[in-house]
């Protein structure tokens, strides 16, 4: 039986994929890299914020070292919080505060588990806090998605057994986190049906049949 629910936060309860896109953007832009895509920015869904900036990187042909990289991350991580001035509760995604409701009433308790640093502010600006039981984030954790360890270190912290939860999420990483906590998922998104997980829906409501997957 499913005692508690652990959801991605980019894509899944708040719509900032473009944000995160335009920051990279400018930065690759700034690096000479004009070819940085939507489709690129895919592979960037889950994954660290030095893990997307390899993405980024990869598709230019100059090398940076260590100490640089880090200089790079920081830098689209400024652009991202400029960006990120502009977040309240518009940027919540349809069904994301009624289904927080409806598990809390059900008696579920609801947990957060992004590799995102930029967690608690996001949820701040955009009233979300109040509706997580606890956050796993990305100052949690040393190793992002696909490692289950930011679900692991959610499900310990909701005091629950990790087959006892299940995410939601919008990315294949996290998919793939999932299954190596031994939770199952729910993909979300407009990739849903790709992302191979046991339930999958456009959005939180449409397709989800809530009573089967938490019995
Ligand atoms: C994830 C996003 O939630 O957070 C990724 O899907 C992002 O695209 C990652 O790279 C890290 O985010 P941040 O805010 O710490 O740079
Ligand atoms: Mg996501």
Redesign the pocket.
Known sequence: MIKGVIF????VLVST?EM?FKAWKKLAEELGISNFTKDDNKR??????M??LEIVLEKGSKSFSDVEKAILADRK?DY?IELLRELNEEAVLPHAVETLNMLRKRGVLIGLG?????TPVILERTGLAPFIDKVSC?FDITRSKPDPEVFLVAAKKLGLANEECLVVED?AAGVVAAKAANMKSLGVGPENKLLGAEYSSYDLQSEVDWDEILN
């Open positions: 991605d936060l980019d894509g994929d995160h960037q869904k889950g994954v660290s914020r893990d997307s991580n991202y992004s590799v995102s640093k930029n990305g990315s």
